[in-house]
């Protein structure tokens, strides 16, 4: 199970990595504040999302465990676009994945930056291919690093944009909304879409 995780959270802290190959590839990302991390834990919690704070590899694991002991998914079909999520599992945990099956009780991915100004998570094609928000399953567990929090969602924008360069991906939104009241305050990407019950489990990378 530890696989997965150090799979998908390869930290920019690499021992005998050189600083300048460390800071090209975080280049694109935002440098860590403080005050955008806490603004961003308010505004995703007063959104309806469940956060989970991570300082290291394991307690990932174990956050992740935990979500699935307690909603009784680790037994059911759970879908995954990102092969890195699933080929380092450990069969024994009886947990099911599947790449086409968007009627699965839980859908798990990465996502290109975290909103502070209004807690939402911007995704695009790389993480949900061509379905609409509305498409997923109702249950979401996002997996991201503190490295990843934007302080605005055009800044956001003008990261996938540097990111990406030339192969810019198609089908960028952002999911914020997790609670089903009524007048919930969306934006030109979140126009029309459902609430979602959504966990992210931020580990600290910076």
């Known amino acids: 199970m530890k696989k997965i995780f150090r799979s998908f959270f390869k930290s920019n802290k690499k021992e005998n990595d050189s600083e300048d190959a460390s800071q090209d590839e975080y280049k694109y990302l935002p440098k860590k504040d403080e005050l955008v991390e806490d603004k961003f834990t308010l505004n995703f919690s007063s959104n309806g999302g469940k956060f989970l704070y991570a300082t290291n590899i394991d307690e990932c694991e174990e956050f992740f465990l935990k979500i699935l002991e307690e ?10 676009f990102n092969e890195d999520f699933t080929k380092n599992f450990i069969p024994s945990n009886n947990i099911k994945f599947n790449k086409s099956n968007i009627n699965s009780n839980l859908f798990i991915t990465d996502c290109e930056f975290l909103v502070a100004k ?9 993480q949900i291919q061509s ?36 192969n810019l991906p ?4 952002s999911i914020k909304n997790f609670n089903k009241g009524e007048g919930e ?21 910076l």
């Open 71 to 80: 909603n009784n998914w680790a037994e059911k079909s759970i879908l995954c």
């Open 170 to 173: 198609s089908n960028i939104t």
């Open 131 to 166: 379905y609409k928000s509305n498409d997923l399953p109702n249950n979401i567990i996002v997996m991201a690093r503190t490295s990843q929090l934007s302080e605005t969602l055009s800044k956001g924008l003008e990261g996938i944009r540097i990111k990406y360069s030339n």
């Open 118 to 126: 209004d807690g939402s998570i911007l995704v695009s094609a790389k």
């Open 185 to 205: 305050d969306l934006n030109f990407l979140t126009y029309g879409s459902s609430a979602k019950n959504l966990y992210l489990i931020l580990l600290e990378d």
